[in-house]
C-alpha cells in the first residue's frame, strides 16, 4: 500500500512540474503588464512609398525611416523615450495593425483608459477601434500625433472587457508616411482580468515557485 501511494506521488509531482514549467514557457516574450503584447492582425493598402510593414527609429529628436521594420516594433513598453531609441511602425492611408493582450484585458477605469504613443509633429492622425470579441470593432476615437492620446471607454458607453484594439491610418504625412506608433498603453486602473482566463505572469511566477518547492520537499522526504 505504502509503495503506491510512493508511485502516485510521483507522478502527481512530475505531471504538476511539467504544467507548471508548460505555462511558465507560454508567457510571451513581449509580454508586459500594462502595454500591448500581441499583434493580432495587419493590413498594407499599399498607401505608402513602400510595401510594408515599414516605420523606422526615433529618439525625439533625430532617427532612420523609413525603413522596412517587424510588427512587434508596437509592443511592449519603450522605457526611457523620448531621449532613447525607439521603434515605430508606420500606418499610412487605409494600413492597420490590430492588438491584443494576453496577460490581461482592458476595462473602463477611472479616466482616460487607453493612450496610444506616436512620434514627429506632422499632423498624422489615425482612427482607432476596440472590440470584446475581436469581430466586433468599435471606433473609440481619433490618436494625434507627437504625443500619447488618451483615450476614454467611457465616451463611447463600452463596459465590455476590451481584447483587441484597432489602429487604422488616416494619411500619408510625415518623414515616414502615416502615423507612426510606437506602444499602446493601459494604466493601472484599467487593467481587467487575463482574456479566456489565462494566467497572468504574476500568478505563473507564483505557480512555478510552488512547484519547486513540491519538488523540494520531495527530495527532502524522499518520496
Given at each position: 500500500m505504502m509503495n503506491c501511494i510512493k508511485i502516485i506521488k510521483r507522478w502527481f509531482l512530475t505531471v504538476t512540474t511539467a504544467f507548471g514549467l508548460l505555462l511558465l514557457l507560454s508567457v510571451p516574450a513581449q509580454a508586459t503588464i500594462g502595454f500591448a503584447d500581441i499583434v493580432l492582425d495587419y493590413f498594407d493598402s499599399g498607401a505608402g512609398p513602400m510595401a510594408g510593414p515599414y516605420g523606422g527609429t526615433w529618439d525625439g529628436i533625430s532617427g532612420t525611416y523609413p525603413v522596412p521594420v517587424t510588427l512587434d516594433v508596437v509592443l511592449g513598453d519603450d522605457p526611457g523615450y523620448p531621449g532613447v531609441v525607439a521603434n515605430f511602425l508606420s500606418l499610412p492611408t487605409g494600413s492597420y495593425v490590430t492588438v491584443g493582450f494576453t496577460d490581461e484585458t482592458v476595462i473602463d477605469g477611472i479616466g482616460n483608459d487607453i493612450f496610444i504613443l506616436e512620434v514627429g509633429p506632422n499632423g498624422e492622425q489615425a482612427d482607432v477601434f476596440v472590440s470584446a470579441d475581436l469581430v466586433?470593432?468599435?471606433f473609440l476615437g481619433i490618436a494625434k500625433d507627437d504625443v500619447s492620446t488618451a483615450l476614454d471607454l467611457a465616451s463611447i458607453g463600452f463596459t465590455d472587457a476590451v481584447q483587441g484594439i484597432k489602429i487604422v491610418?488616416?494619411?500619408?504625412l510625415g518623414g515616414s508616411p502615416g502615423f507612426d506608433v510606437i506602444n499602446i498603453q493601459v494604466l493601472p486602473g484599467s487593467i481587467g482580468p487575463p482574456p479566456n482566463g489565462v494566467p497572468e505572469p504574476s500568478t505563473l511566477l507564483l505557480l512555478g515557485s510552488g512547484l519547486i518547492g513540491l519538488a523540494g520537499?520531495?527530495?527532502?522526504f524522499k518520496i
Open positions: 466586433n470593432f468599435i491610418g488616416l494619411d500619408t520537499i520531495r527530495k527532502k
